[in-house]
C-alpha cells in the first residue's frame, strides 16, 4: 500500500464511523449503557474504547500527547461528547494522513511507549483501521439484537459507492 491508498481506506472507516455513531443515536440511554456480554461492555464503553485507542494511536503517530480520555462510565447521556470528540479525533486523523508520504510508511515514528518504538507507520495504520473494523462488527450485532437496523460494513460495498 502507498500513502493514497491509505488515505482512500481511511475515507472508508470515518465513513463506517459516523454510520455507526448516527445507529447509536436512535438508542435509549438505557440501551446505550446496558451491559453486553461480549467485548468491552455496553455499546457506550464499546465507543469509547474504539475511540480512545484511534485517538492515542494516531497521537503516537504524530508525536503528541492523546486528549484527555472521554470517561469510562457515565450517568448522563454523553453521546453529544462522544460525538464531538469523535470529529476532533478524525479531524487530526485526517491532517496526519493529508501529510502522509510513501517513504514515511517506513518509518519507526514513534517514541513513547518503549513497546511500540518497533512500530511502522503502516503496521500502525492497518492496526488501527483492522481494531475498528473488529469493534464496529461487534457494535453492529450489538445494534441488531436491539432492533436498530444495520448494513453491511464491508468495504466492497464502499468501492462501488465511491469509484475513483
Known amino acids: 500500500m502507498n500513502a493514497d491508498a491509505f488515505r482512500h481506506f481511511y475515507n ?18 438505557e440501551q446505550f449503557t446496558q451491559k453486553v456480554d461480549y467485548s468491552r461492555g455496553s455499546i457506550r464503553e464499546q465507543l469509547v474504547h474504539l475511540f480512545d485507542a484511534e485517538e492515542m494511536w494516531f497521537s503516537e503517530l504524530r508525536g503528541v500527547e492523546p486528549a ?21 479525533v478524525e479531524k487530526n486523523s485526517r491532517a496526519y494522513l493529508a501529510e502522509l ?22 503496521q500502525v495504520l492497518l492496526h488501527v483501521a483492522n481494531h475498528a ?3 464496529r462488527a461487534q457494535l453492529l450485532r450489538a445494534l441488531h439484537d436491539l432492533g436498530v437496523d444495520t448494513k453491511s460494513q464491508d468495504y466492497i460495498f464502499y468501492v462501488y459507492e465511491n469509484l475513483m
Open 133 to 135: 473494523t473488529d469493534h
Open 101 to 122: 508520504q510513501d517513504d514515511m510508511l517506513f518509518t519507526k515514528p514513534i517514541k513513547e511507549p518503549e513497546e511500540d518504538q518497533v512500530l511502522f507507520a503502516w
Open 12 to 29: 472508508y472507516h470515518f465513513a463506517e464511523n459516523r454510520k455507526i455513531l448516527d445507529h447509536v443515536a436512535s438508542l435509549t440511554f
Open 68 to 88: 484527555e480520555p472521554l470517561p469510562d462510565t457515565v450517568d448522563f447521556d454523553d453521546r453529544d461528547a462522544i460525538r464531538a470528540f469523535v470529529d476532533k
